[in-house]
DNA sequence: ACTGGCACCTGGGCGC
DNA sequence: TGCGCCCAGGTGCCAG
């Protein structure tokens, strides 16, 4: 479901409901997740407060005084705050109840997501090897070139590479290249300079502008807090093949790169 | 070192 | 109404 705009949009929901909270205990009605949920978690995390509430990459980050919970939302899963009684629903298979008489809920259908324990999270094998958060200093054209040089693969599955970039996701990534004018099929190394610059600068400035609008509904999406994003309204290519370009009324195609389906218009991208 | 393909899951929508 | 098929926001791992 959610890639970066989304879990920075939960990330904000839930900080403020969470902070400073004890965890008075945590259920787990489902461990089976994409890695199953450490047996000794809620023995581990029982009475720990919550002290901050991060985000790197996709992963959302909740540091306690007893070590941080890393939790990734996968393709459906979501986080939102419920009452610590009202009874949860098919695939809610986490509640961290705190102390507020409130409850953190994992929700994910698909359970493609997880829950991990770890005291050095930016040390864990998951996290280690993530390239550049895409809004920050460290991530640029100049290194998008540098890092693509003899690369073969088509610039689209390059910028979803989390060892590249991360936090560009199937939405973000044909959105950015529309804006750039990049066709997405490209090969990677034979993108120039020129293009990675204004590349870099498009996804910084789709990402942003998706985490201003609180992330992207499709489906059931919504933030911590409840509400529906509402980027979809902004989107020019995602999930309008056949249909008419915003910009220029060419008929949008579809391809698929490394497994993902991909629109983009034939006229805006070259 | 790279690349493409598969895997993990459930649910919604479609054609027949 | 039911069944089979395809599709879906992610990403680790495998063989070649």
């Known amino acids: 479901m959610p890639e970066l705009p989304e879990v920075e949009t939960v990330r904000r929901g839930i900080e403020p409901h969470v902070l400073g909270c004890q965890i008075v205990h945590i259920v787990v009605r489902e461990s089976r997740l994409r890695w199953p949920v450490p047996e000794e978690l809620p023995e581990r995390m029982r009475g720990a407060t ?18 941080c919970l890393i939790v990734h939302l996968g393709m459906s899963g979501s986080l939102r705050m419920v009452a610590a009684d009202s009874a949860p629903l098919q695939h809610d298979h986490v509640d ?37 958060e895409p809004l920050s200093d460290d991530f640029d054209g100049e290194r998008l070139y540098r890092l693509s040089r003899g690369r073969s693969t088509p610039v689209k599955s390059f910028i979803m590479d989390g060892q590249v970039v991360v936090g560009v996701g199937n939405i973000y990534a044909a ?7 990049v066709r997405p099929a490209t090969r990677a190394g034979a993108v120039s300079l020129t293009c990675y610059k204004r590349l870099a600068a498009e996804i910084r400035r789709v990402l942003a502008q998706a985490i201003t609008q609180g992330g992207t509904t499709l489906r059931d999406f919504v933030g ?23 910009v220029c009324g060419t008929t949008l195609r579809r391809l698929k790169l490394g497994q993902r389906t991909t629109v983009w218009c034939p006229q805006c991208q070259k």
């Open 50 to 67: 919550l002290v901050a509430v991060r985000r790197r990459a996709k992963y959302l980050l909740l540091e306690t005084d007893r070590g």
């Open 96 to 132: 961290l109840v705190l102390d507020s008489g409130m409850a953190l809920r994992f929700h994910d259908p698909r359970r493609f997501g997880c829950m991990l324990f770890s005291v050095a999270p930016l040390e864990h094998p998951l996290l280690g090897r993530l390239g550049p």
């Open 175 to 181: 959105e950015a290249l529309f804006a750039a004018g």
């Open 224 to 246: 911590g807090d409840g509400r529906p994003g509402y980027f979809q309204q902004k989107l020019f290519v995602y999930g309008r093949d056949g249909l008419p370009c915003r």
